[in-house]
């Protein structure tokens, strides 16, 4: 038994795949308390790992006894963490099975892997001493989950884009069971666009995404990157198997937004002076195209309404372009009505000025004072007026006492969820690839503050709060 699982004639015959062909080697099936174990020699030759009763990873889950599991490793230096994944899916009772790129055994032998899970480790199926050539095949459509832990940069473009020139990509294409994968990569390999497109693409796809952790990585750099924890790549998997979508853990979920209609506005608003002159702010677009982006993938209908926005508007998506805080208020009321979910994330002045000359404004010599007054707050209005079923969704852009501001924000503009961004920290708000929130909901007192993470993934984060209001219903319950 080497590229798939046990058939019956294999298990009835205590023999690997090679034995049931004619070939020479057999192999002896010893039964661990969480594993199966195919080892060449004799039973008494050789013993079973034993498990340390201190370890954190999930005990034997109930109804996961013997779900055959793939676990693919590719080559990066969070290889070793592997290890955690394949015995805490051990211990949850999954019979599981190892894969591994060439470069992963640069960071762990497949000798490990073999000796943990009982298995011949595939690297290369056409390897002389792999018995099964074709192994991409017997194994890919045996398994009933395939995780990949971590899945590195380069592992994720070939994902995205179909090649498959080695024994994980081959078994990706060739396998129809769900797909869950852990990055870990240098943050600005993690971040640059290209592995964001990648990571889109796999999303849409259907696979499922453990977010990386933000923290400091093997190359001395801080940011997202390192793999997550084992124990929540193996919780995400344990899901998975038993058929639960929109794990908190678990970032690409599926089509759980479908049926709804989210509309975002997105942006910085202009605010003219005269002709030529406007007050305005430094928001891309990113953030709110974020939220659009993600909310299409995941099955929802999405109108964005955007200001001036410098970050490209994703595919698949209306956008509605209105440039000041009055027309952006007419635009999202023109198509509120049909919407279920609003999110705002534009950058919206809270003032204009009082008159607009109709020509430009000439220099004089002493100083100009300017008259403002404030804009529409579309946030509110749209609250205030807001039907049965519309979840409302505030930004809160804050540089001092982030929580307390949003938290009053939450109650003042009658809010089902505020999403906060704290100014002062490195790499969140205006105009970064990255943020760093924290959300505030209306039926959660203690507010879930997030580590730095890329704004695509903040953005679901905040979408996952819309799919856990829905299902709890606790809109409703707050107007009773
Ligand atoms: O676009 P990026 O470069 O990616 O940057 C993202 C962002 C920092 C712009 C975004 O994440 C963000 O924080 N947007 C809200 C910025 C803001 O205006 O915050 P605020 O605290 O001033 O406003 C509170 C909420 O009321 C926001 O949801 C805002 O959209 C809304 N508002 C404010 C004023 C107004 N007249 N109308 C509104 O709807």
Partial sequence: MLGGFETPLESSLRVGISGVSGQVESYHKLRAPHARCYIRGTPERFSMPTEESNDPLPARAPGLAARRVALGVSGGIAAYKAVEVLRGLQ???CDVRVGMTKRACEFVTPLTFRALSGSHVVVDDYAPDNPDPIAHITFSQTVELFVVAPATANLIAKFACGVADDFLTSTYLASNAPVLIAPAMNTTMLLHPATQRNLARLRADGVRIVEPDAGEMACGTVGPGRLSDPGLIVAAALDMLRGISGSATVE???RDLAGEHVLVTTGATREELDPVRFISNHSSGRMGFAVAEAAHSRGASVTVVAG???APAPGGVRVIRALSAESMRDAVLGEVGSATVFVAAAAVADYRPAARAAEKIKKFDSSLT????PTPDILAEVSRDRREGLLVIGFAAETERVV???REKLRRKNLDAVVANDLTQDGA???????VITLLTRDR????ALPLMSKLDAAHRILDEVVRLRRSGSQKERRK
Avoid: H, I, K, V
């Avoid at 300017?370 to 007054?373: N, T």
């Avoid at 708000?429 to 990255?434: A, Q, V």
């Fill in 91 to 93: 211990r949850a009772g």
């Fill in 252 to 254: 690409g979920r599926g």
């Fill in 308 to 310: 001036a926005t410098s």
């Fill in 370 to 373: 300017l008259s403002l007054e």
């Fill in 404 to 406: 307390e501001n949003a």
């Fill in 429 to 435: 708000g205006f105009d970064t690839e990255t943020n």
């Fill in 445 to 448: 007192e203690e507010p879930a």
